[in-house]
């Protein structure tokens, strides 16, 4: 099928069923793309996630992305090395939880990883364990909350200067046109409080330590840092 491979699916307790696919050489060749797609019970898709880039790379073991849409779950979808048997995630307040782990026989050189969250959750970082011994590497979610509240800060901006240009002459009596956007924009700015704490107090310097640019990252600095 097109060259992608189907690494492993599933339904949640709430009805939402993920797949996870693959495939090599795209975009560029050496390349891994990564997705993963959600459906609710009545099969409509509510969000599709990917991640492109090396399989992973050179010297890291980690490579995590998080992204959600305007309903359903927040997806985290992860590819790490071989050698990793355990994945941990930590959220905000301190508690733990395992990611599951799934093995692609077409794609040996990594393994793949995926987690649905409530879209409430603060998450901190996921680290990597060994078959013994102490956590072989940990990655930083926090600046990919901060990226989403940035990038939520500024849909909220464009959708008021939206409003403020139509309202002279378009505006219904009695109602506002809200476009989905809009919608997206004002339930992102009723986000848990916490997001500021996170951009005043907790966000690194550069974002994930030293390690490379993934999807979010990159988008974020698209936009301009906070």
């Given at each position: 099928m097109d060259g992608r491979h189907v690494v492993a699916e599933g339904t949640d307790d709430t009805g939402v069923s993920w797949v996870i696919w693959a495939r090599r050489d795209t975009p560029r060749d050496g390349d891994l793309l990564s997705m993963i797609r959600l459906t609710d019970s009545g099969g409509r898709i509510i969000h599709l996630g990917a991640a492109s880039g090396p399989p992973l790379y050179p010297g890291r073991m980690l490579s995590i992305t998080t992204s959600g849409s305007e309903e359903g779950p927040r997806a985290l979808l992860g590819r790490v090395g071989p050698g990793v048997?355990?994945?941990e995630l930590r959220v905000h307040d301190g508690g733990t939880r395992n990611v599951p782990l799934y093995d692609c026989a077409e794609i040996p050189e990594v393994r793949f990883a995926a987690l649905l969250l409530p879209r409430e959750e603060l998450l901190?970082?996921?680290?990597?364990?060994g078959a013994k011994g102490p956590e072989l590497e940990r990655f930083d979610l926090r600046f990919?909350?901060?990226a989403a509240c940035h990038m939520a800060r500024r849909r909220i901006g464009r959708c008021a200067g939206r409003r403020r240009i139509r309202g002279a002459g378009s505006a219904l009596p009695g109602r506002r046109r809200r476009t989905g956007a809009c919608r997206a924009a004002?339930?992102?700015?009723?986000?848990?409080t916490l997001f500021t704490e996170l951009i005043r107090v907790c966000a690194p310097e550069v974002p994930n330590g030293e390690s490379p640019p993934t999807n979010q990252i990159s988008a974020w600095r698209a936009g301009g840092r906070p």
């Open positions: 048997r355990r994945l901190d970082s996921v680290a990597a364990f990919q909350l901060i004002a339930a992102a700015n009723r986000a848990p």
